[in-house]
C-alpha cells in the first residue's frame, strides 16, 4: 500500500500558542493550580496530558477559586467571561488565536456602526458563542441556508456576514451564496475569516483526496476542523475516517485500498501522525510519500497576559518565543532513525507567512 501524507496538516500557529501558554505557565508557576476554561485546544490527546500534569479544565468561572490562575482557550470567551473572571479576582491568560480574536473585533466594530451581523458557524461551538457574545443584539447565526427565511433583518443596506474561523470552505460558500441571493447587498467581511490552517488543510486534502482510496483524518471528533477534512474528502468522492490516535484503526477498511491519505487537523499533535504512520508501515508495508501543497511559516507573538504574569513573578518575557515544534527535518530524522522510505513530492499552490 502507498501511504501520502498531506502537508500541511496537523498544528497550526494558534494551537501552538495556546498549547506553549500553559507550558510556559506550568514553567514559570510550579506549585500553583492551573485552570483552563473549556478544553484548550479540541483534542483529547492534549487535554489528557495536561490533566497529567496537574492543570484543571472547567466548563464554568464559578469552578475556579477566588484569585487563582485561569487560561482562556484558544477558541476565545465572551465578554460576560471575562466579567466574571475579574470579579473573582482571577489573573486570566488569553490564549485565545489571534485569529479569532480578529473576528471578534470585527463583531465589535460592525455593531457599533449599526450594522447587524450574520454569524455562519454551529451554534454550540465554543468560538461561535464567545464571538455571539460580543454584540449578543446585533449578532444573528446562521448554520445553513434552512435558516435564511427565519432572519429578521431590518435594513438590507447595513447588514454584513462574519464566519466561525474553522469552516469547510465548501460548506461556508453554499451559505454565502445563499445569503448573497436572499441579501444582494449584504457585505464581505475586510479579510476572510476561514484561518489560513483551515484553508491550507482543507486544500491539501482536496488536491490530494482524489487520487487516493482512503483518507485517514487524525483528530478528535469535537474538533470543528478534523470534521470538516472527513467532510472534504467524502465531498471529492473519497471515503474518510476520523480517528484520534493509532488504536483505532480498524484492518478491515484496507481491503482493496492501494493508496491511502493520511492527514491531521490543526489541533492534533505530530506525534499521533508518527504513530498512524509506524502502525500502517507495521500492519501493510506501506510506503511513504509525503505531497507538499502549501509551506507556513506562521508564528504568533506570546500573549500579553502571559508576559504580564511573567513580570509579577520577576521573569524577563523578552527571551521568551512560542516554540513551534516539529519541522520538515524533524520528521525525516524520524523515518530515518524509524527505517522507512520517506520521499517528497512538490506540489505547492503557494506559501503561507504570518506573524504576530
Known amino acids: 500500500m502507498k501511504l501520502v501524507l498531506a502537508n500541511p496538516r496537523g498544528f497550526c500557529a494558534g494551537v501552538y500558542m495556546a498549547i506553549d501558554v500553559v507550558d510556559q505557565l506550568l514553567d514559570i508557576c510550579p506549585g500553583e493550580p492551573i485552570f483552563v476554561f473549556h478544553e484548550i485546544v479540541h483534542n483529547r490527546h492534549v487535554v489528557e496530558r495536561f490533566r497529567a500534569r496537574g492543570v484543571r479544565f472547567v466548563e464554568e468561572i464559578a469552578e475556579v477559586p477566588d484569585g487563582s490562575i485561569v487560561v482562556f482557550s484558544a477558541h476565545g470567551v465572551s465578554p460576560a467571561i471575562r466579567e466574571e473572571a475579574r470579579a473573582k479576582r482571577l489573573a486570566a491568560i488569553d490564549a485565545t488565536c489571534p485569529l479569532v480574536t480578529k473576528v471578534h473585533a470585527e463583531a465589535i466594530r ?62 461556508a460558500a453554499v451559505i454565502i451564496d445563499a445569503l448573497k441571493l436572499a441579501f444582494p447587498e449584504i457585505k464581505d467581511p475586510p479579510a476572510g475569516d476561514i484561518c489560513y490552517a483551515t484553508t491550507n488543510r482543507q486544500t491539501a486534502v482536496r488536491a490530494i483526496a482524489p487520487s487516493c482510496d482512503l483518507v485517514l483524518v487524525v483528530g478528535s471528533a469535537n474538533s470543528s476542523n478534523s470534521v470538516r477534512l472527513t467532510e472534504i474528502a467524502a465531498n471529492v468522492g473519497t471515503p474518510a475516517r476520523l480517528i484520534d490516535d493509532a488504536s483505532e484503526i480498524d484492518p478491515k477498511w484496507f481491503a482493496g485500498v492501494g493508496t491511502l491519505l493520511v492527514t491531521a487537523g490543526a489541533s492534533a499533535p505530530e506525534d499521533l501522525v508518527r504513530g498512524v504512520i509506524q502502525a500502517l508501515v507495521t500492519r501493510c508495508g506501506a510506503e511513504v510519500e509525503q505531497h507538499d501543497i502549501r509551506h507556513e511559516a506562521v508564528e504568533f507573538g506570546l500573549p500579553g497576559t502571559l508576559k504580564a504574569a511573567m513580570r509579577d513573578r520577576g521573569i524577563d518575557p523578552s527571551g521568551r518565543r512560542i516554540v513551534r515544534g516539529d519541522d520538515g527535518a524533524a520528521m525525516r530524522e524520524w523515518f530515518e532513525k524509524e527505517g522507512i522510505g520517506f520521499r517528497t513530492v512538490d506540489m505547492t499552490v503557494r506559501g503561507e507567512t504570518m506573524s504576530g
Do not use: C, M, N
Not at 135 to 144: G, K, L, R, T
Open 110 to 171: 460592525y455593531a457599533r456602526k449599526g450594522f447587524q451581523i450574520l454569524l455562519v458557524g454551529h451554534r454550540h461551538h465554543q468560538e461561535v458563542i464567545g464571538t455571539l457574545g460580543e454584540a449578543p443584539d446585533a449578532i444573528q447565526i446562521v448554520e445553513s441556508p434552512r435558516d435564511i427565511p427565519s432572519l429578521v433583518v431590518t435594513d438590507p443596506k447595513k447588514l454584513i456576514y462574519l464566519t466561525q474561523t474553522t469552516l469547510s470552505l465548501d460548506d
